[in-house]
């Protein structure tokens, strides 16, 4: 899954004009924020695998120790990754509790 540079850009360019109205297809092409955690979490899962098959590999002296290490740390930064989104979202649920009503 790949986003455009463009698509951010138009993003903030349609906050700096809030008169302008938006067309109901205005985000068509682009996924929905769902499918994009989703996509990110089974993308996460499938390097957790890649990762947990070489470090079995290696134990049985099938796989190089660069690969299992690249792999390992490959997951590490995924998992850390999908932590700070997590963090974030709590943060954002908290913050809207906060507010008054």
Do not use: C, H, W
């Not at 109205?21 to 996509?39: C, E, I, M, T, Y």
């Not at 590999?57 to 490959?74: C, E, F, Q």
């Not at 997951?75 to 979202?89: M, N, P, S």
Request: charged fraction near 15%; hydrophobic fraction near 45%; proline fraction near 5%.
């Amino acid at each position: 899954m790949s986003l455009t540079a463009v698509a951010p850009i138009k993003a903030y360019s349609n906050t700096l004009n809030p008169g302008a109205s938006v067309s109901p297809g205005a985000g068509a092409g682009l996924p929905s924020f769902n499918s994009f955690l989703q996509d990110s979490g089974q993308e996460m899962m499938a390097i957790g695998r890649s990762s947990e098959s070489l470090s079995a590999n290696a134990l049985l002296g099938k796989s190089n120790l660069t690969d299992v290490t690249t792999a390992v740390t490959s997951a590490e930064l995924a998992l850390q990754g999908v932590i700070a989104i997590r963090d974030k979202l709590v943060g954002s649920i908290q913050e809207i509790m906060r507010m008054p009503v």
